[in-house]
């Protein structure tokens, strides 16, 4: 196999150009792949975080009474896994929102009654999946005693819409990206072996098998492919800490962000991917060639 | 054809007939060659000198007629076998068929390589060969710096640097000044008195007749038209 290896370094030093342009257009294809990656996992990180992990509130019809609160909570954690319940009562509410609202204490002094319901404010485990989240809170929201459930449905819905229908196209951009990277690839694995005609005839002469002749081909591919990924993913990091310390320090007083870096999961993923992308390109332009 | 003589043949041909299109390279040729003998094939330019060599080796199938190659039926032969097959000859072209951008080392080194021989082996086996030839100090020369007197050495070299029971050689002498042919033939003489079975096609007799003795086949139109010895 050093032979190989030794055989393929040697033909990408021999064909510099050639090489030099496949992996650069491997790793353009692959900063692509990498930056809608790095979006989605941050965009959903801190859609999970707006949405604080599954937090909702259910507000309790006007005949609740505290007394009620075992039976209700039984019956809530067998719709559904729950990671935190807590029950605010109605007296405890109404602190809150004057401890929220300090300055307009003259407005609660003209209520004669508490007008605010008991609620109970729970963490539902969804693992951030919307539609999951939804069923579950459906299913709280027809429960006797429970007047309505309230988890940003509305806005965090529009918003989840907006981010599939951009997610998909992120996808569709990926695949084309791929699809030209492994066009080139393939391409230039057939100029390398045009280039190498006469060096391969003279192998099949003396006696080559058909894998002596495709491995350093194969090895080549492997080899560019996986530095296509690598080079892809520093220029990724390099923008990536250029750009994120900026929005870090001018956004993050205003809205939630947690924004990191591709996880090592996902950038081992991206060198498979990349590599495999070099290694398939060649398999696709030999098989052609040698039929 | 002597039935004695024909069951220790290394190479049968049986009513060989090779056709490029209307074109008859090769005609209903029959002979057999033994181990250990020195094979000319004469005749004219067209005559179906290399075509012969080309169907031996496999860079071209019979279009009727069957070939053994020690009782191996060429017909028969798989292409996962065609490899294994091919090792057992060793080649030498007119027109050398050296890779450029390989060193003579190298060049001469791949027939071991291709055969899966360890680095250390053939280290030593190519220099020796490179010695025997006189190509030892061009071992790191790349072949477009080398005459074509010394990119022939070199090509011979590779012929027979894995051994090879049969040489096959096309036209060996035929862009090479007396000189260089001479010293070539003079390898392929050398080689011989080893064992090895030799198939030389040329158009020169004249020169091999002064140099070597042995079998000559001559063609003519694709036709075996006759069989004589050289003295």
Redesign the interface.
Known sequence: MIRYIKKALADIRSNRFLNLITIVTISLSILVVSLFLLFFENASRVIEGWNQGGRAMIYLTPAFSPEMLPDLEARIKTLGEVEEMRFISKSRALERLKDEMTGNTGFFETLKENPLPHALEIRMNTHGDFQQMKAFAEKIAALEMVESVEYGQGWLARFLKIFSLFRITGYAMCGLFLLIALFITANTVRLAFYSRRLEIEIMRLVGATQGFIKTPFYVEGLLQGFLGGVLGLLILLAAFFTVSSGISRNLSAYVYLDIRFLSVRAMGIILLASTFLGWFGCYLSLKQILK | MNLESSKHAIIRLFNVTKRYGAKMALNDVSVDIQPGEFIFISGPSGAGKSTLLKVL?L?EKVSEGQILINGMNLARIS??KL?????RFG?VFQDF??????TVFENVA??L???GEK?AYIRKKVMHVLRTTGMEKKANALPPTLSGGEQQRVAVA?AVV?DPDIILADEPTGSLDHASAKLVLDFLMAYHKNGATILLASHNLHLLESMVRGRNIELEQGQLVKTSTLL
């Open positions: 080796y860079a292409s996962a490899p294994l097959l091919r090792r080649m068929k050296l890779i450029p951008g390989r791949l027939v390589e291709v055969a680095p590779r894995g």
